[in-house]
């Protein structure tokens, strides 16, 4: 068990339920002190905040803040000082803040800036200006940054979504270019699922089921992954201390198969 004085800190960007939260539960369960951030999702950041800090006190914090914060400069400094006086330091920042929905282009309908400014200010712009705030404390502790991509941002695009394929791409490369520039003193690396969380029923993205039996029909392992796999390969290269710049395929092998064009 690790002293928790000097314990390492993992900062987890929209992280109270689903993919996040697992990742949170995982690296909680390797002795790390887990800032889980949160916007709209108050009571289910503060429910699994409570949850661990029963398993071991005082070793979880909850931070609310709308990713806009980096807009502002004066915001954006009151998130880098919540961020770091948690805890008192950051080794790893993983960004899985994500919106994600259609924005079709046809003679009806229109692509306008508001979408634009939402995908890529979650998708692509968030995790590159928190990446360089938050670098001093991430070089400090020689510690590295993960960002959760996408199967379709590289080369193989979801029909109707073309600003959120346009702003996973550019993450893409942020992992990348950043795994050159910041080298050798923060790893930089990315997590690309393919279909390992299926949309909330009550959202409008959620999916028909046959269209969710079409989905697992074309997965080569014939099954939906669970966030858990997903925290397992975000664990794996947090502590994979010779790799950087590298983006994990998270899909079943759905991405041998996927011609493009499909959820």
Known sequence: MTDLDTAPVILVTGSAKRIGAAIVKAAHRQDYRVIIHCHNSQSEAQQ???????????????????????????????????????????????????????????SITSIDNEQWDELFLTNAKAPLILSQALLPYLQAQQGCIISLLDIH??????????????AKAAQRMMVQSLALDLAPSVRVNGVAPGVNVLPETDSDQALEPTLQHSI??????QRIGKPEDIAHSVLYLIQASYVTGQIIDVDGGRGLTLAGGKY
């Open 48 to 106: 699994l905040s409570d949850e661990l800090n029963q398993i071991r006190p005082h070793s979880a914090k909850v931070l609310i803040a709308d990713l806009s914060v980096i807009n502002a400069k004066d915001r954006l400094d009151t998130f880098v000082k919540a961020s770091i006086g948690a805890f008192g330091q950051l080794d790893v920042l993983v960004h899985n803040a994500s919106r994600f929905y259609p924005t079709p282009i046809t």
């Open 153 to 166: 941002a590289h080369n193989k695009p979801f029909k109707d979504y073309t600003v959120y394929n346009m």
């Open 216 to 221: 697992v029909d074309s997965i080569p392992l």
